[in-house]
């Protein structure tokens, strides 16, 4: 440290400023070099987590986004003629989706699968509907849930065709977080379907991509949709995309009783969701928690506008006409089947949250984290170290 001060001392006593502005360029040269070398080095032995960090892009519109790869002839066809040239999935060896699916939803739907215990989150309502969620966690599962929604004044075949039905998610926009869509496969004598989605995610992720496998069964006014990630190997991944495995999205959807009126002229859709998508369980159920209502709030207007659509007599998507095509499901015979167990039915409220006394170390630690991470640079790298650390530290305090 000494020789430093007086090297610094020599710079400052030359004669003049140019000579001055020499002598520190040569002083702090290798300091330069020693960043710059070490910046070089890390970035290449970066971990994998880092590099799949800072290589994620934001995506704006659909406009900006890579166009999705043309699949394979083997596999897929434009919508117009897929009926000529996809053979019939009745001739395949391996369904995407099966009758195991819609009785496994089914067992859901009459909470019998003997899985934990829902915990409640939510319930909020809008003059023309209304909404409740649970929450569970599964030893083997990522983080499930389970939402009731009651929408007035519309019919099981119009919410059928609207949740399946992406292009008007994307033309209406109800469904902000969906970019693009394309479909792999379809069935014309069972209605299933193949699709690829790019889904946007927050700026700290790359966007993720689905393969879902999607298909409904009819019993009465009541249908069961599943959709959930299915394997191709005919559409390779991509590095800006990040793909997801592990999901599983089907609702069931049946008539209800009006809140205003008491008639039958109301519909309730029971959503059962769970997905990995490569963040932390904790990230994952704040965001959830926050960013549930925000969503499901847009629904309900995107219904409305596809309820005056199909009044207008605007001609049907192919997405809603591969709605109508239904497997027959004789629900009856299996709830008659079904051996109900009590573990299975219980729905407590979620547990109330610890005094807010005890997480003020946690709250500052993370604030903290949070300041710092939005007055240095604008890089990913350092945010990203920043928080982890923040994380590590707060999570000693539980």
């Known amino acids: 440290m000494a020789l430093i001060l007086e090297t610094l001392l020599e710079v400052i006593r030359q004669p003049t400023a140019a000579d001055v502005a020499a002598e520190l360029a040569v002083f702090v040269a ?23 960090l800072v290589s994620a892009e934001r995506h704006d519109s659909p406009s900006q986004l890579p166009p999705l790869p043309e699949p394979s002839a083997s596999s897929t066809s434009s919508a117009a003629d897929t009926a000529n040239t996809m053979a019939d999935e009745k001739s395949s060896d391996k369904p995407v989706v099966t009758d195991e ?43 499930q849930y389970r939402s009731s929604t009651i929408y007035e004044e519309t019919t099981p075949e119009i919410l059928r065709d609207f949740f399946w039905d992406d292009n008007f998610r994307i033309k209406n926009g109800w469904d902000d977080m969906l970019l693009q869509h394309a479909t792999l496969k379809e069935c014309m004598t069972t209605g ?32 069961y949709c599943i ?34 009126d008491g008639q039958m002229s109301a519909c309730e859709i029971l959503l059962f969701h769970h997905e990995d998508m490569g963040i932390p369980r904790e990230v994952t159920k704040l965001g959830v928690r926050q960013g549930m209502w925000g969503c499901v709030k847009k629904i309900e207007p995107g219904l409305r506008a596809y309820q005056a659509a199909r009044r207008s007599n605007e001609p049907s ?36 949250p610890k005094s807010w006394a005890s997480n003020i170390p946690r709250f500052l630690i993370v604030g903290g984290a949070v300041a710092v991470a939005c007055t240095l640079d604008h890089g990913l790298l350092t945010k990203a170290v920043i928080f982890g650390v923040a994380r590590r530290f707060a999570g000693k305090g539980k």
Request: net charge positive; with cysteine.
């Open 30 to 52: 290798p300091f330069w070099i020693a960043v710059v070398t070490g910046l070089l080095l890390g970035w290449v032995w970066r971990p994998q987590w880092a590099s799949g």
């Open 101 to 143: 699916d819609v009785e496994h939803l089914f067992r859901l739907v009459e909470e019998t699968d003997e899985g934990p215990v829902w915990q409640k989150m939510m319930d909020k309502s809008l003059p023309s509907m209304s909404y409740q969620a649970w929450k569970r966690e599964h030893k083997t599962l990522p983080l």
């Open 192 to 223: 299933t379907m193949v699709v690829q989605w790019v889904r946007k995610f927050p700026f700290f992720c790359s966007d993720r991509e689905y393969i879902i496998g999607r298909r409904i069964w009819q019993s009465g006014q009541t249908y």
């Open 227 to 260: 959709t959930k990630g299915v394997p191709c190997t005919d559409v390779p991944r991509r590095n800006k995309l990040r793909r997801v495995d592990s999901y599983y999205s089907s609702w069931c959807i049946r008539p209800a009783e009006s809140k205003r």
């Open 317 to 352: 998507s192919r997405f809603a006409l591969m709605s109508q095509i239904n497997t027959k499901f004789d629900a009856d015979r299996l709830r008659s089947t079904e051996i109900v167990s009590d573990s299975s039915t219980e729905i407590v409220e979620a547990e109330k």
